[in-house]
């Protein structure tokens, strides 16, 4: 079970199309996975941190300095991913960071005692729901096309993104077009003020299933206020960045479901403990993405497959983000994905894809 070395691995790969949000385009993601060692078995952590700070105040190059840093030299031969979490407290804030080791430590030490990620955290389901997150669009037609293209594909929920200038008009054009019983979300990422209210309130004629982050992550009181003032429930992604966050929020009223990204709130028993909240309360969960390749979004299958998750998740096929996903792919089967059920997160990185797509790896001895 002895961790001997820690490889940090910096790496690149391409999206099939650029993903615009109110925060910015992407076009590629700049990678940096946790590769933990022993002698007979690995882990494989990815840190979902976007190149620059515009989702979150967390960015790649910084994470890989406070995983370096800060975060390594915790990790001792025998550690567990739990008690890597209790050691880990004493840094602040971190979350991405600190959920991409956790997620390797995890993945090694179920490797090592031969059970998946799925059975560890609870999973009550063996394929899940997927949705699809669909960037700001040019134009509303083309808009409708790249829509009908996910459709065709199989997606049982579409989740379109939203800034002022693009909000109304595009939720009621897609709504025209593919009928009222279409489950569809909107997305702001932070796009919007509480000045705002009156015009979020538009959207309140299509059967939205919730607006996710309309205001800024700093803002949960101000998502308080528009709770009442709009009848499309109101779900948090930036501003939950930990369970006690999540409670606070439920507590006084600021959402009425969270997304959970376990990159965003330090790892996967952190999420697992809000799902557990959120489950105990009736709140519906569902797990959101940050465009991980197969190594992160393995472990999101995972977590996707508690019973709280009611609601489709971002969690769609590597053929939506990349040519050649750096694992073995995972696909869309009648709108769902099943659920890896091997020994950890049941995935590996396929060796010449990774290679080739690596730039830089960094090697710390453990112990
Ligand atoms: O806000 O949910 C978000 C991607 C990157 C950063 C933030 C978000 C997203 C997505 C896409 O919406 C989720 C995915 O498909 O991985
Ligand atoms: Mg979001």
């Not at 997927?130 to 049982?156: A, C, F, N």
Request: hydrophobic content about 45%.
């Amino acid at each position: 079970m002895s961790i001997k070395r820690i490889e940090i691995v910096r790496a690149h790969i391409n999206l099939v199309s650029p993903f615009r949000t109110s925060f910015g385009t992407e076009v590629d993601r700049d990678l940096l996975y946790v590769h933990v060692i022993g002698d007979d078995e690995e882990g494989w952590g990815e840190c979902v941190a976007m190149a620059a700070p515009l989702y979150s105040s967390e960015y790649v190059d910084g994470c890989e300095e406070v995983i370096k840093r800060y975060l390594i030299p915790l990790v001792t031969p025998n550690i567990t991913a739990h008690e890597f979490v209790v050691a880990a407290a004493s840094i602040r804030g971190n979350f991405m960071a600190k959920a991409a080791v956790e997620a390797a430590l995890l993945d090694y030490q179920l490797r090592c005692t031969r059970l998946s990620l799925a059975g560890f955290l609870g999973a009550t389901q063996t394929k899940v729901a997927s949705g699809v997150s669909v960037g700001i669009q040019p134009d509303i037609d083309t808009l409708l096309g790249v829509v009908e293209g996910y459709r065709k594909d199989g997606y049982v929920r579409i989740k379109l993104k939203i800034e002022p200038g693009f909000d109304i008009d595009r939720v009621r054009a897609v709504r025209q077009a593919f009928g009222d019983e279409m489950l569809l979300q909107v997305d702001a990422n932070a796009a919007y003020t509480i000045d705002d209210a009156a015009h979020l309130a538009k959207l309140d004629e299509f059967n939205l299933l919730l607006i996710e982050q309309p205001l800024a992550e700093e803002d949960i009181v101000g998502h308080v206020e528009l709770s009442k003032r709009i009848a499309t429930p109101v779900c948090l992604d930036e501003s939950i960045t930990s369970y006690d966050v999540a409670r606070g929020a439920l507590d006084i009223g600021a959402c009425a479901i969270i997304n959970i990204k376990p990159g965003r709130v330090g790892g996967y028993m952190e999420s697992k403990r809000i799902h557990d909240l959120c489950y105990s309360r009736g709140v519906p969960v569902w797990c959101g993405g940050m465009l991980e390749t197969g190594i992160g979004r393995a472990a999101n299958l995972a977590l996707a497959a508690l019973p709280g998750f009611t609601l489709p998740g971002d969690t769609s096929a590597s053929d939506r983000y990349f040519v050649q996903d750096v694992t073995e792919p995972f696909v869309l089967k009648d709108g769902y994905i099943d659920v890896p059920n091997t020994v950890g997160i049941g995935v590996r990185p396929l060796p010449d894809v990774l290679q080739a797509m690596t730039s830089r790896v960094d090697d710390y001895r453990i112990g």
